[in-house]
């Protein structure tokens, strides 16, 4: 009997780091799932005037990437941030295979304690009993 939790998976695209330059999540495979979300998590953030912008791209060969049109995250400007955005359409036209996340930042000297992880669902159809 499968669980609720056998069809989801989180996965980090960009790992939790102390960042100060722009950062470029690694690929996430989302054949085989049906849903999924991104998962901004901001902590510690320093430095004169710091911003990040992240955005969502999609590829088709986890290589080649382009920016998803409405994906993108509300700029960060402080600490202790934490933001989500639902991601449709999984491996259809609109939507391409592989997904990552792409954190610019800017400001002078700017720090941020961040993490972008996401998560995917698999939706269940139950048998039907005779």
Request: hydrophobic share 40%; aromatic share 6%; proline share 5%.
């Amino acid at each position: 009997m499968r669980s609720l939790y056998d069809g989801i998976k989180a996965l980090f695209s960009v790992r939790p780091q102390v960042a100060t330059a722009t950062v470029t999540g690694g690929g996430v495979d989302t054949q085989g799932y049906n849903s999924a979300m991104a998962v901004l998590e901001v902590g510690a953030v320093s430095g004169t005037t710091p911003t990040l912008d992240v955005k969502i791209q999609d590829s088709a060969d986890n290589i080649t990437f382009a920016d998803v049109a409405g994906l993108t995250f509300s700029q960060v400007t402080a600490a202790n941030n934490s933001q989500v955005l639902r991601i449709d359409g999984l491996n259809t036209p609109q939507r391409r295979r592989y997904l990552r996340a792409i954190g610019t930042i800017g400001g002078t000297t700017p720090s941020f304690a961040l993490a972008i992880e996401v998560l995917l669902g698999r939706a269940y159809k139950e048998p039907v009993n005779p």
